[in-house]
């Protein structure tokens, strides 16, 4: 009997093939919900096909996770990010980043660096057509493969956690007009360090560039002013 209300349970927190709360999770970093937007659980209930239960378990899970807030007597909401959060985030990225970059220029193969040397290709190709979100998805991939290639399983835990809360930030700093002729080449150096199998260059390399979107946060967030006539 136990056994069948565990499973019952278990089935209740799982959307499709996915986990309720990597569905969740997923809708809150990808933007589908804005920052300070209200979870109603009988709202996500229905969304996710989830009971009201199961749906306020994984709000209590994000929310230790850093992504959902709540609060007493009104519920949970997404958790906004501030401007100096954003950089204290970004600071701990430059750090265990930077330490993946080095461990992954160690045990990188030669189909890792192919692997690498093509992505860095269409990089260059996407800023080159002005492929703003081709490039923004280039990005990822890139930051991804180097976190996958250093084999640090507990830095890429804590990372994927900081990029679930940051999420905004980067969106708008990679929107950002003449960022990516800003980052290629600082991406391009990644790249080549890595395919140098050096780790002191790899992991300087990473560094120079994270601190670059440390020092862009700021102009990417200040309000823009508003232009007449809709010009």
Same mark, same amino acid.
């Given at each position: 009997m /136990? /056994? %069948?209300?565990? /499973? =019952?349970?278990?089935a209740e927190q799982?959307? $499709?093939p996915a986990p309720l709360v990597d569905a969740i999770r997923d809708a809150i970093t990808s933007g589908d919900f804005a920052p300070n937007q209200r979870l109603v !659980? =009988? !709202?996500? %209930?229905e969304q996710f096909g989830a009971s009201r239960a199961a749906v306020r378990n994984v709000l209590v899970q994000l929310a230790g996770e850093g992504l959902v807030e709540r609060i007493q007597n009104r519920g949970a909401r997404v958790r906004a990010v501030s401007l100096d959060e954003a950089v204290e985030i970004t600071e701990v990225r430059m750090s265990l980043e930077g330490l993946c970059a080095a461990k992954a220029a160690e045990r990188a193969t030669e189909d890792d660096r192919r692997a690498l040397r !093509?992505? $860095?290709?269409? &990089?260059?190709d996407a800023v080159a057509t002005g492929d703003v979100l081709g490039y923004s998805d280039l990005n990822r991939q890139l930051h991804a493969l180097v976190l996958a290639l250093s084999g640090q399983r507990t830095a890429c835990d804590v990372l994927e956690r900081l990029r679930g809360q940051n999420v905004r930030h980067q969106f708008r700093l990679a929107m950002h007009p003449g960022r990516p002729h800003i980052s290629?080449?600082?991406h391009l150096d990644i790249i080549e360090a890595l395919c140098a199998a050096d780790p002191e260059a790899a992991e300087a =390399? &990473?560094?120079?560039?994270?601190r670059s979107v440390i020092d862009a946060l700021p102009e990417v967030e200040r309000p823009q002013p508003r232009r007449v006539g809709g010009a």
């Open positions: /136990a /056994a %069948s209300r565990d /499973a =019952a349970q278990q799982t959307v $499709g !659980e =009988a !709202e996500l %209930s !093509e992505i $860095g290709r269409k &990089m260059q290629l080449p600082q =390399a &990473m560094r120079r560039h994270l």
